[in-house]
């Protein structure tokens, strides 16, 4: 992947956007007892939904031409 993204020139663009979104893993009430993904996932907040979660914070990074 990043063998595509270097021949398309994304890392030479000089504008990109960043953003971040949550992915659960489990509801919060349930998270004490998960354990999926323990000592990895943690306790975040997303505030588009007003909701407390356990998960994963995960970032995605767009260049200027829309390249991922």
Known sequence: MK???R????????I??????PMPVCQITRAA???CFQRKAGYS???AK???YYGFED???IDS????
């Open 50 to 52: 007003d909701d407390k």
């Open 45 to 47: 907040y997303c505030a």
């Open 16 to 21: 990109h956007i960043i953003d971040g979104f």
């Open 59 to 61: 970032h995605i990074i």
């Open 65 to 68: 031409r829309g390249v991922i």
């Open 3 to 5: 063998g595509l993204v």
């Open 33 to 35: 007892k998960s354990r």
């Open 7 to 14: 021949h398309m020139g994304s890392y030479d663009e000089s």
